[in-house]
């Protein structure tokens, strides 16, 4: 079973969209993140979720709105995506202080 | 705010070379310590993590790193690298226990000759 699940993999969209990634976990984790990896694999943290709650906002746009329905959840909207969005956006979740990551979601916006 | 540095971005070895990867963190109180690989096309996955106790820690696939308070450093090193071992490496901490936020370095691609 996969522990850390997002769909779609892929999503090529034009500037201007909305789009949306879904994040499923399924090892009963408290809290999840989204992170931002970008052409030269620099990863960085966006967001985290303890039990529904925000605790992390590192100064994202706020274009990118997450939302957590229960604490297996964790899904990504992005409104009007500009070129710069164009990155690897990878949800992960822990207990305590060990992450899992998912497999990863490429977005294109052409 | 917490920095992490991996000073060689790309390296590349033969195989059945020694391998270290250099990780140095800014951040001076209590820390864990992680290092994660991403495989092409895949996800991070850990290869070993540093809470406490033992500064010398084995991780899986024949990796180890050691925590060197002194000298905020928490090198990666295997003795002899496989063509398989190519791949993404980051080192990544972890700063505050409650909020787990983990602040992760640039990343080393190692490249194996076979």
């Known amino acids: 079973d996969t522990a850390v699940s997002q769909t779609p993999k892929y999503l090529v969209t034009q500037m201007g969209n909305d789009k949306s990634i879904k994040c499923e976990q399924n090892l009963g984790h408290d809290t999840m993140y989204w992170y931002k990896q970008d052409s030269k694999k620099f990863l960085k943290i966006m967001f985290s979720?303890?039990?529904?709650?925000?605790?992390i906002n590192e100064t994202v746009p706020n274009r990118f709105s997450p939302k957590s329905p229960d604490k297996a959840h964790l899904n990504l909207h992005i409104n009007s995506l500009e070129l710069g969005d164009s990155a690897v956006y990878f949800c992960?979740?822990?207990?305590?202080?060990?992450?899992?990551f998912g497999p990863g979601t490429r977005l294109t916006v052409t | 705010a917490q920095s992490v540095s991996q000073h060689n971005h790309h390296v590349i070895l033969s195989e059945a070379a020694s391998l270290e990867l250099g990780c140095n963190y800014s951040y001076g109180g209590t820390v864990n310590l992680f290092w994660y690989v991403q495989y092409p096309g895949q996800h991070l996955q850990l290869l070993l993590k540093?809470?406490?106790?033992?500064?010398l820690v084995k991780g899986i696939k024949g990796f180890e790193a050691e925590f060197i308070k002194s000298k905020f450093s928490f090198n990666l090193r295997k003795p002899s690298v496989q063509w398989s071992d190519t791949a993404e490496y980051f080192c990544a901490v972890n700063e505050n226990f409650g909020n787990e936020k983990l602040t992760f370095g640039t990343g080393t691609r190692l490249t194996i000759i076979p």
């Open positions: 540093y809470f406490s106790g033992d500064p």
């Open positions: 992960a979740s822990s207990q305590v202080a060990e992450q899992y």
């Open positions: 979720y303890n039990n529904k709650e925000l605790i």
